[in-house]
């Protein structure tokens, strides 16, 4: 069983609907990752969140804003999507020990397959 | 910059057969993290191992092993007597020492037949 949950786990919006994707972890992590994958890629890192700090964000447009409001949560909030951001998003959590995290082994929930229309 | 190659796209192998997937990495650290992930066709990432630059020991976990040369750049992983279960796609990532980069390779998507 996943300790990492998501949801919901299918989303469908409109180019002009605010939604939120949830992430929650439950192993005591303090680094919480946003993953993009589109359909036959690998995932694609979006933000990192170190003891729910944004540590790292890579150049994600601003249509895609995180929020960690503690340390077990995530959330992805969206908002004037473009149809090229359907995909499937995935959230990970990970210990910290040293480097922010990103070097520690990330554990995956089962991800939020979003179309956008 | 770094970067991981997986050159197999796709591997498809009759069930009981051996097959190894490919991974070649660069990186300018000197202190580096791999990893192997399965992604099974529900989506869900599942960790398979980490391997720290400075452990070039090859390891075993019941059908699964694992290569670690740094000679060579690469970290290839085996599955002995593959079994259908065992179709999924298989990522091979790096993590530079210093926290600032994570990337995974393309994917090996393989197809064990019954």
């Known amino acids: 069983d996943t300790e990492v949950t998501q949801t919901p786990k299918h989303l469908v919006m409109g180019m002009t609907n605010k939604k939120s994707l949830k992430c929650e972890q439950h192993?005591?992590?303090?680094?919480m990752y946003w993953y993009k994958q589109k359909a036959k890629k690998p995932p694609e890192l979006m933000f990192v969140?170190?003891?729910?700090?944004?540590?790292i964000n890579e150049s994600v447009p601003s249509r895609f804003s995180p929020e960690c409001p503690n340390s077990s949560l995530l959330n992805l909030h969206l908002h004037a999507l473009q149809p090229e951001d359907s995909a499937l998003y995935l959230c990970?959590?990970?210990?910290?020990?040293?480097?922010?995290?990103?070097?520690?082994?990330?554990?995956f929930g089962p991800g939020t397959r979003l179309l956008v229309l | 910059a770094q970067k991981v190659t997986q050159a197999q796209t796709e591997i498809s192998v009759v069930e009981k057969e051996d097959v190894t997937l490919d991974c070649v990495y660069e990186?300018?650290?000197?202190?580096?993290?791999l990893f192997w992930y399965k992604q099974p066709p529900s989506g869900e990432l599942v960790f398979l191992i980490r391997?720290?630059?400075?452990?070039?020991q090859n390891e075993i976990s019941g059908r699964y092993s694992w290569n670690f040369q740094k000679s060579t750049s690469s970290f290839n992983f085996t599955i002995t007597a593959s079994q259908v279960v065992d179709s999924a796609v298989y990522f091979c990532?790096?993590?530079?020492?210093?926290?600032?980069?994570?990337?995974f390779g393309p994917g090996t998507r393989l197809s064990v037949l019954p």
């Open positions: 990970a959590s990970s210990q910290v020990l040293a480097g922010g995290g990103i070097q520690e082994t990330q554990y």
């Open positions: 192993m005591g992590h303090r680094a």
């Open positions: 969140y170190s003891y729910e700090k944004l540590s």
């Open positions: 990186t300018r650290d000197t202190t580096y993290y």
């Open positions: 391997r720290n630059s400075f452990d070039e």
């Open positions: 990532a790096l993590s530079g020492g210093y926290g600032q980069n994570f990337v």
